[in-house]
Structures are given as C-alpha cells and as structure tokens.
Nanobody, 128 residues
C-alpha cells in the first residue's frame, strides 16, 4: 500500500517559519519525484516545490522562490519543505505527492496530473 503522510503544519505569524515533512512508503522512493502542492479555499491547487530523487533536481514556483527550501532524506524516505518568511497568502492545505521518474528540472510547470499518489494534506495558517 502506497502512503504519503504529511506533518508539520500549524498556525504561525507573518514572517515565521515551518518545516513540513512527507514520509513515503510503498514505492521505490529513489525513482520518484516528491512534490508539494497547496490549495487555499476557493482557489486552484498550486504546485509549490518538487524534488526529484532520480536526478536530484528541484523545482520552485515563482511565488515561493527564495523563501521555501525542499530537501530529501533517502534513508528516511522523507521529503522536507522548509517554509520561511511566511505570508498570509501562503495559508493553504499543503499536500505532498509522488510522480514516477519525473525530473523536477525538466518539469516546466508543476501540474497535478503528473503525480500518481497523494497524501491527505496538512494545514498551514499564517496570521497577519
């Protein structure tokens, strides 16, 4: 059974930081790209960041470049997303997802149909 389990969300003030974790099981972690999406109420799901375990490449949406950092720990089958300098517009449910043998660097735009497996999400709320 494939499982992606997110944790680390919470309530934080503007300018604060959080670290989200996505623990992956049931798939060959080393050949999957693990990405983070977010969805705010009334808005479409947005691809935020992705790490390709197959080639080590990364992707960041323009809206988070310079503020968010993605990292992968192969020994723990876990991908982390560190959120710094948080803004109220970062408030959303954050989901992690897995895409088979996708290069983040070659992705162009990070879109949901590329991803095969999804977690249940973790809420991030940034107060002003």
């Amino acid at each position: 059974e494939v499982q992606l389990v997110e944790s680390g969300g919470g309530l934080v003030q503007t300018g604060g930081s959080l670290r989200l974790s996505c623990v992956v099981s049931g798939i060959a972690f080393g050949v999957y790209a693990i990405g983070w999406f977010r969805q705010a109420p009334g808005k479409e799901r947005e691809g935020v960041s992705c790490f390709s375990n197959s080639d080590g490449s990364t992707y960041y949406a323009d809206s988070v470049k310079g503020r968010f950092t993605i990292a992968s720990d192969n020994a723990k089958n876990t991908v982390y997303l560190t959120l710094n300098s948080l803004k109220p517009e970062d408030t959303a449910v954050y989901y992690c997802a897995a895409a088979y043998f996708v290069s983040a660097q070659a992705m162009g735009i990070m879109v949901a149909p590329l991803f095969d497996y999804w977690g249940q999400g973790t809420q991030v709320t940034v107060s002003s």
